[in-house]
């Protein structure tokens, strides 16, 4: 069934953008990106496993002291919500937007579009490349949705706040 957005009704898949988005710099997309995963404690999403790599390749690009202080709220995230990591199939590639088609899209955005796309899910994001003004309104793309910033619940709300020990700027999500 593919998602749909009135509703809400469907699978969701995150990208890096949205779940580094929770340490971001700029504290819109850092109050967003944490109120969709807090919302979501109860649920599931899915999560292509180059998007976890692409995480761990921001943070690995931190000292050790901050990768310290934010990987307890990474695994502790992972473990209590169904972050359900998958692997590409043949048939995500073959459903990938063209390049020629979308050549502002990185070619791993157009892979994990196409696992979505293939899926008939819908991919949230804070990328401005994916969400943009100029983006195309036939992908399956959409920001969180704002709102009041939700804190998590203990002890994943103290792992984060220690988390935030890492920042990131917006535009290197």
């Not at 209590?80 to 590409?88: E, K, N, P, S, T």
């Amino acid at each position: 069934m593919p998602f749909d957005i009135k509703t809400g009704q469907g699978v969701e898949y995150v990208d890096a953008t949205l779940f580094m988005g929770m340490n971001s710099t700029d504290e819109y997309t850092r109050a967003v990106c944490r109120t969709f995963f807090a919302t979501r404690l109860g649920g599931r999403v899915m999560m292509s496993l180059e998007q976890v790599g692409r995480c761990d390749d921001l943070v690995w690009q931190f000292p050790r002291e901050v990768q310290d202080a934010y990987y307890p709220f990474m695994d502790y995230l992972h473990t209590v919500m169904a972050i359900v990591r998958l692997g590409y199939e043949q048939d995500d590639l073959r459903s990938a937007p063209e390049a020629a088609r979308y050549p502002r899209l990185a070619t791993h955005e157009r892979l994990l579009l196409g696992m979505v796309i293939h899926r008939g899910g819908l991919l949230r994001s804070v990328s401005a490349r994916l969400t943009g003004r100029s983006r195309q309104p036939d992908l399956p793309v959409a920001a969180p949705d704002p709102g009041p910033e939700l804190a998590f619940p203990q002890p994943l709300e103290e792992l984060y706040q220690r988390s935030l020990a890492l920042r990131i700027a917006t535009a290197e999500l």
